[in-house]
């Protein structure tokens, strides 16, 4: 089993940055793709970023391109959501998940095996 807590939320203005990070233990997450997902009020949780489990490819929601960046440290098990220019629209709850067959699709939320509980990112305009 893979534990995922999420850390970095909180409350920025508009334009700001945060920086979200996603601890593992349990099992190292060296060979998982890791993704983040969010959720905001009466959506749907959906794809944010991902990482192949090199850390050499990144995907990314047209959402997030060119605001945010996804990167790892597999020596410390921690996965990183680098977010910068920051929308109103950006609030959500954020999730990271671990895919330990690194699928294809890592924009799908049914390739993911666990999950964190989230950590909530408010920005005001």
């Known amino acids: 089993q893979v534990q995922l807590v999420e850390s970095g939320g909180g409350l920025v203005q508009a334009g700001g940055s945060l920086r979200l990070s996603c601890a593992a233990s349990?099992?190292?997450?060296?060979?998982?793709?890791m993704g983040w997902f969010r959720q905001a009020p009466g959506k749907e949780r959906e794809f944010v970023a991902a990482?192949?489990?090199?850390?050499?490819?990144?995907y990314y929601a047209d959402s997030a391109k060119g605001r945010s960046t996804i990167f790892r440290d597999n020596a410390k098990n921690t996965v990183y959501l680098q977010m910068n220019s920051l929308k109103p629209e950006d609030t959500a709850v954020y999730y990271c998940?671990?895919?330990?067959?690194?699928?294809?699709?890592?924009?799908?939320?049914?390739?993911?095996?666990?999950w964190g509980q989230g950590t909530q990112v408010t920005v005001s305009s």
């Open positions: 998940a671990a895919d330990p067959y690194s699928a294809t699709r890592y924009y799908s939320q049914a390739n993911y095996d666990y």
């Open positions: 990482i192949a489990w090199s850390g050499s490819r990144q």
């Open positions: 349990g099992r190292t997450i060296s060979s998982y793709t």
